[in-house]
């Protein structure tokens, strides 16, 4: 467990990033910090690293304040994963993820054969293990920057806008990856964006922020779709407009569900709740997480919007 | 012709000798130079101050300063280390203010990153920064090996031996062949240390060939695309 109390932080030229911020973030769990730029969120994920420091406050990690720990031992210990990937241009595949077990001791052959099996688990073929990051693409790049990471099986991860710079279809794909990682390994995962749909998609928890480090809303995602704080928020998920504003529309004796622009988002399935569509298939809304809300439908939550975006056209009834 | 066939064996020594003079010098500028231009570079306010002042010795005329270092070294005057700290001096001065630029040429965002897995400020130095700055100093020191090759020949004046002594001795005896061979000479040692020097460049900078490689298959690429067009 990740503990913020009361922190602020004031950089030397008086911006404040961060005013009086207090947030609990729980193992295990994926808690997500979205906002647009200036909102302070990566100050808040590199206070954990002590990448910057606090001006007040204080941050605990299992109970043990940040501050009192060193910094450089503690960086070895938290998986940090960045946008651009941040690899070590010089040092081929398979060191840039045996790096941090590197610096911790690890023999080399022993910390090239764990890098080894972490390409397996995020999906890149061993076979690139001896080229350099520039002859990668970039979703390859990132998938190392997420293997370095996890090269020391570190409890918590902390991911700075990590799928930002790849292109929407790449970056679809490598959510999905987070996703299945996540389920796998149950890291604390701490993950920084400006995307509303990679939050909800991702977040167990979400944290979304106003300019200047001001907490708008804390919630899981079905909490802020179905009870946005404020306007801010609600502007900001989208929860009046296109395709979160769904309403259900009686066609051919089924129930359709319509997006905001009228068009069929997905039909509605009588009688599954979340807990039973859990573990029926890869496809996340079909888990029960809440990426839309359902206006006009008398059963918001278990209302399990089975399609949206991509998928919809395969489930459109003529 | 007899000449140089009599004269081979002081030819080929005056080359060794003409060598080994030059390559301390390289070597101790370069290797000082990474300190400072680092420090430099890492202090932003002081990076002016200190690239004037590091510049400015190579304002210093040569021959000048080869005479009157012995007395302020207290070596003796046809002491070749004399010869040693003025052109270490001179390659000090080229080689900081490219140290300092190799060092600004490494991505900052790298830096954070290496920092935010736990390099700390040492490693990060040895393993990080200064491989990074690694094609940047490699041009230097190319630059620096050549100058001080040519530059020692001037110690010849004051007796200090190298190739220098075939220009010194050719101009007194009007003997345009023996100057040939001291040019000769120079632009030889020079050629083969620039050679050595990026055969070293290659072997301990491997990720920029094989990143100019890709590029070139990029190129090559494109001119099919076009081709194809």
Known sequence: MIEFRSVTKQFPDGTVAVRDFSLVIPSRKTTVLVGSSGSGKTTILKMINRMVDATSGTIEIDGADVSTLEPVGLRRSIGYVMQNSGLLPHRKVADNIATVPRLRGVSRTDARARALELMDTVGLDRSLADRYPSQLSGGQQQRVGVARGLAVDPNILLMDEPFGAVDPLVRAELQQELVRLQRELDKTVVFVTHDIDEAFLLGDQVVIFKKGGIVAQIGTPDEILAEPADDFVARFVGADRGKRALHLRSEAGRELVVDGDGRAAGVLVDGRTRDDSRGSGEKNDSEGRATTTALGSSDEAGAAATASGASAQGDRQP | ?229
């Open chain 2, 1 to 229: 012709m007899n000449w140089l066939v009599e004269n081979a064996g002081q030819i080929w020594e005056l080359t060794l000798v003409h060598a080994a003079l030059s390559a301390v010098p390289i070597v101790v500028g370069f290797v000082l130079a990474i300190p400072v231009g680092w420090l430099a570079n890492r202090y932003h306010a002081s990076r002016g101050t200190v690239l004037a002042i590091v510049g400015l010795l190579y304002a210093i005329p040569s021959l000048p300063l080869f005479i009157a270092l012995p007395s302020l070294l207290g070596t003796r005057i046809l002491d070749p280390v004399n010869i040693e700290v003025a052109l270490s001096l001179y390659a000090l001065a080229i080689m900081v203010r490219t140290a300092s630029d190799a060092f600004a040429s490494v991505d900052v965002d790298i830096l954070l990153s290496a920092t935010a897995v736990g390099f700390s400020t040492w490693r990060r130095f040895w393993y990080v920064e200064l491989p990074l700055a690694g094609p940047v100093l490699l041009s230097g020191i190319r630059v620096v090996s050549v100058s001080t090759i040519s530059l020692l020949s001037v110690g010849s004046v004051i007796g200090v031996t190298s190739l220098g002594y075939f220009f010194i001795d050719g101009f007194q005896r009007d003997f345009p062949l023996e100057i040939l061979v001291g040019i000769i000479g120079t632009v030889v040692i020079a050629v083969v240390f620039d050679l050595v020097l990026a055969a070293v460049g290659r072997l301990l900078l491997p990720w920029t060939s094989r990143a100019v490689g890709r590029q070139r298959g990029r190129a090559a690429e494109r001119t099919q695309l076009a081709g194809a067009a």
